[in-house]
């Protein structure tokens, strides 16, 4: 079922979304306004300064050269601009969005190679942690890998299939799927060291370094069965990480592996504990 912008802007703010989603389009889009203040800047500045120190070490080289193709570190990043570079390097662009929006707008934005990035950026007082996805979550985290095309592919691909998936009973499976790879993702090339390219790491400043050096991370290898089948964590570490050895894997398992028969055997059971895979 659709949700209407002006029930969803309602419900948004009744939860204390900081978001202003009564401005929104029909797609849930909204103009960036780029009006940031100085203090706003600077607080880019840190995140981006204090986050790139880790990157440049454990990120994984297609984040590496998004993020040097894009230019995204010396100020808040104007979304036309960036737009303008990333359809020439993968035909994905960036659309601005007040926060958080419903499942289905998302699903379209992916399925036709638009990024819904969040607009307004965390206070100093958020470095560390925020309970909501804001712009530099969503930009410093998601867009530099958006620039690899078979990695555009895959997230493409899943906005087109999401709604079908759903339709089967399959919400909390896709739901972990994205979020095992384009959130909490690591990689790890044949003869390469290990490296991380989810948004979730990219952002963050602890977790990133405990899913890549730390000996308690628990990696495991890559199944998309598996992957669809475990539980995640929301306001923690994750008790598992999924090592890929390359996106074509990731692209290939999506495209071309039997989704809709993975759904219908597990829907109805608990899912796996990731302590235990």
């Known amino acids: ?46 995140l ?19 993020m040097s193709a894009l230019g995204l570190v010396d100020r808040i990043p104007d ?7 990333l359809r020439k390097l993968s035909g994905w662009e960036i659309v601005a969005v007040p926060g958080l929006i419903p499942a289905q707008p998302f699903f379209d934005h992916l399925a036709n190679r638009r990024f819904p990035v969040t607009n307004w950026l965390r206070t100093r007082d958020e470095l560390d942690y ?7 979550h969503d930009f ?39 979020w095992y790879t384009a959130e909490y993702g690591l990689m790890q090339e044949p003869g ?25 991370a628990h990696r495991v290898p890559f199944d998309i069965e598996t992957v669809m089948r475990t539980t995640y964590e929301i306001d923690k570490f994750q008790r598992a990480y999924f090592v890929l050895p390359s996106f074509e894997t990731l692209k290939d398992a999506f495209q071309n592996g039997d989704l809709a028969g993975i759904i219908k055997r597990w829907k109805a059971e608990p899912p796996r504990d990731p302590a235990t895979i």
């Open 48 to 66: 981006c300064d204090r986050q790139t120190k880790l990157t440049q070490r454990l990120a994984h080289k297609s984040y590496l050269d998004g």
């Open 1 to 46: 079922m659709s949700v209407s912008v002006q029930d969803y802007a309602q419900e948004c703010a009744a939860q204390g979304l900081r978001g202003d989603y009564s401005v929104c389009r029909a797609d849930f889009t909204v103009e960036q306004k780029y009006d940031y203040s100085a203090a706003e800047q600077d607080v880019w500045r840190t």
């Open 192 to 216: 390469q060291p290990l490296k991380a390219f989810g948004a979730g790491l990219m952002s963050s400043f602890t977790e990133l370094q405990f899913a890549v050096e730390s000996s308690d």
């Open 79 to 85: 979304f036309d601009e960036v737009s303008e570079k």
């Open 140 to 178: 410093f985290g998601h867009v530099p890998v958006l620039s690899q095309p078979v990695f555009g592919d895959f997230m493409q691909m899943y906005g087109e299939k999401a709604t079908d998936l759903i339709a089967l009973g399959g919400d909390e499976m896709i739901t972990r799927l994205y």
């Open 130 to 136: 925020i309970v909501e996805p804001d712009m530099f």
